[in-house]
């Protein structure tokens, strides 16, 4: 499965975006999706996945209660909800195929290309 992210931008703090994260090659019906993000000089960290298993959503503690995970499996697109964004959310945001654990998403596979979200005022 190719994955590839978009719905990045320019937004001023407090603002919203969502991105999208569009399947080719095959169906997300059974694929657990995880959200990643990496800002500049420092390590790419695990935002928020899904489990295909039991339903499961995972959110890291600095995105939870702003960001929210969603699927659309006819549309084969995974979407992330991003409100309330801070200065600290900029980073290059990208998404795998995962397995979704309770401490957080691990990804497999090949890693498309990321979007970039900037909060700056």
């Known amino acids: 499965v190719q994955l590839q992210a978009s719905g990045g931008g320019l937004v001023q703090p407090g603002g919203s975006l969502r991105l999208s994260c569009v399947a080719s090659g095959s169906t997300l019906d059974y694929l657990s999706i995880g959200w990643f993000r990496q800002a500049p000089g420092k390590e790419r960290e695990g935002v928020s996945c899904d489990s295909v298993n039991d339903g499961y959503i995972y959110y890291s503690d600095s995105v939870r209660g702003r960001f929210t995970f969603s699927r659309d499996n006819a549309e084969n697109t995974v979407y992330l909800q991003l409100d309330s964004l801070k200065p600290e959310d900029t980073a290059v945001y990208y998404c795998?195929?995962?397995?979704?654990?309770?401490?957080?998403?691990?990804?497999?596979?090949?890693w498309g290309q990321g979007t970039l979200v900037t909060v700056s005022s």
């Open positions: 795998a195929p995962v397995f979704c654990l309770t401490d957080g998403p691990v990804a497999f596979g090949s």
